[in-house]
């Protein structure tokens, strides 16, 4: 029987499937942002004074100058930088987005710009048991070495910047990661700016009274230059040999070469070895890649069309990603797949030039799935009352009615989803958990029906009869991102929750109710609605009907 081609590197497959290493990456990169993030709000105490930050130091090196404490971090220090290598190894193209570059690029440079600081302050501790204090460390970088002050501060925001990226890819897939952006990039931003501040109000503190922090002169172990060059020759070798181990692992693969055909006539001609994603990159492709080529999402996904046959199999990771997608037979990850002969495919979710502007402006333009809640409303009757008027005069009620609804959403929280004809669907949730959603959504309920009732005393000369208004709550999961065509484009959602939703809005206009809520936002906002009637109802393409409460009269709901 004929075996099928092995992939280029797959002998290492068992080994790199028996250990986790991204995972081993991650954590280590965690012990390492720990570490960062202590030595830094030490530096800030500099804001309360030169003692406050030796106070902090004694807890600090209670921490990490303990054994356990020094064989965690330079434990991962040495294992994380050799997880940079291994990642740098394993590219078939350097080639990359800006973010994925700066991540490497700041991650390989740490080493050699914190040579001279650790070996100023650890080493010469491990050394001569003499440890240099904040007043001694202050007043050398502060006072008499200021170019090595402004050297040490770049090191700072250099190893804040790599170890802030790191966390940002690793976040960005969660679903709850756009609701605390803005709460985690500020305080990305603070921790380094208060350090710096500190640093500097310390320096200060000791210039204007450098007798009151004089420390007496200690020699420096002429031992310290040729430890420094050593581990400066130590970083470079094992970067230089990764670097040279790419060059020697590509020679054999360089004349076999393969074909990957895209939509439009385009086509890439890669060494063997290259991925399908390395090769969009290659040849600059728009491919979207939101987990940074990790196989941790499935948004590089590609529908090979031809030359799927005896190609390299998924990996565990590549089968778990497409089964949680209930992926078809003929589709890959992009980022997985390297294919050992000539192919064909269509990246799934970059196609078209809707597809590929919207897609990568990122957030939640690339779709997610999120816990909402949904309003739909209704304005009941109001064919009839068209039919009356002239069409400059339904334009300019439709208007005030849009606009007392969207008041309405904002106000509470919500999002304008679209309006259709005279309904109108909002959303709630997009930047907020499950529970405050449905309360939100409730608020603007009361809220559009207190503006109708202004709507109709402002206008009860010009209707005949009140504007009346059907709406709907309901809540559960939907799909968010952007969708449409050219400029009809927008935020949108869908799902088994919108359809629900609308239901029970066609369900309020079948009992003449103002409200109709379902059991399932009535449990998220915490509503007793036990006074009111409930209903089952059954909601066409869904298994179980949905169990919900009617409101005749909105104004019976206490706030």
């Not at 902090?56 to 050799?82: C, D, E, K, M, Q």
């Not at 997009?430 to 503006?451: K, V, W």
């Amino acid at each position: 029987m004929k075996q099928p081609p092995k992939r280029p590197g797959s002998e290492a497959a068992p080994f790199e499937a028996a250990i986790p290493w991204r995972e081993i990456r991650l954590g280590t990169g965690l012990v390492l942002a720990t570490f960062l993030l202590t030595h830094f709000s030490n530096h800030a105490l500099g804001l309360v004074s030169v003692e406050a930050m030796e106070a902090g130091r004694a807890w600090f090196n209670r921490l990490w100058r303990n054994p356990v404490g020094t064989i965690l971090l330079y434990g991962s220090v040495l294992l994380h930088f050799g997880l940079a290598l291994q990642a740098l190894y394993r590219r078939r193209t350097l080639r990359m987005p800006l973010r994925e570059a700066a991540q490497l690029t700041l991650g390989l440079s740490l080493p050699f710009l914190l040579v001279a600081h650790v070996t100023g302050t650890r080493i010469e501790w491990a050394l001569t048991g003499h440890d240099s204090g904040y007043p001694e460390v202050v007043r050398n970088l502060w006072l008499l070495s200021p170019g090595a002050g402004a050297r040490q501060a770049a090191v700072l925001v250099v190893a804040w910047l790599h170890g802030c990226l790191g966390l940002y890819f690793w976040l960005r897939p969660k679903p709850w990661f756009p609701i605390y952006a803005l709460t985690l990039y500020t305080g990305a931003l603070l921790v380094p700016v208060l350090a710096l501040i500190g640093f500097a109000e310390a320096g200060q503190e000791i210039a204007a009274a450098p007798e009151r922090f004089a420390v007496p002169a200690v020699p420096v172990s002429d031992r310290l230059p040729a430890i420094a060059q050593g581990l400066y020759a130590f970083f470079g070798g094992l970067l230089a040999g990764t670097l040279l181990a790419r060059l020697v692992r590509r020679l054999p693969f360089w004349s076999r070469r393969i074909r990957i055909s895209y939509p439009n006539n385009q086509a890439a001609t890669v060494p063997l070895g290259f991925s399908v994603l390395e090769a969009s990159r290659t040849i600059g492709i728009p491919h979207l890649s939101v987990c940074g080529g990790r196989g941790r999402c499935s948004t590089c996904r590609v529908r090979v069309i031809e030359g799927l046959e005896d190609q390299p199999p998924p990996t565990a990771q590549e089968r778990g990603t497409l089964a949680r997608i209930k992926a078809g037979p003929n589709v890959r990850l992009a980022c997985q797949l390297r294919p050992t002969h000539d192919l064909a495919v269509v990246p799934i979710l970059s196609t078209g030039r809707n597809g590929v502007g919207s897609l990568l402006r990122g957030g939640r333009a690339q779709g997610q799935e999120r816990e909402v809640a949904v309003l739909f409303c209704d304005l009941r009757g109001f064919t009839g009352l068209t039919e009356k008027r002239l069409p400059f005069d339904t334009v300019f009620i439709l208007n005030r009615y849009f606009e007392t609804v969207g008041e309405a959403v904002e106000d509470a929280g919500g999002h304008i989803d679209k309006f259709i004809g005279d309904g109108v669907l909002a959303l709630f949730g997009l930047r907020t958990t499950p529970q405050e959603a449905a309360r939100q959504a409730l608020d603007a309920a009361l809220r559009i029906r207190a503006g109708l009732a202004r709507l109709n005393e402002d206008y009860a000369s010009e209707f005949e009869q009140p504007l009346r208004i059907a709406m709907a709550l309901h809540a559960g999961p939907a799909i968010i991102g952007q969708m449409g065509y050219g400029q009809a484009t927008s935020l949108t959602a869908v799902g088994d929750t919108i359809n629900a939703a609308s239901r029970l809005e066609g369900l309020a206009k079948e009992l003449d109710a103002e409200l109709v809520i379902s059991e399932d936002l009535a449990t998220r906002a915490g509503l007793d609605l036990s006074g009111h009637s409930r209903q089952i109802v059954p909601i066409r393409g869904r298994a179980a009907p949905l169990g919900s409460w009617i409101i005749p009269e909105v104004g019976s709901l206490v706030r």
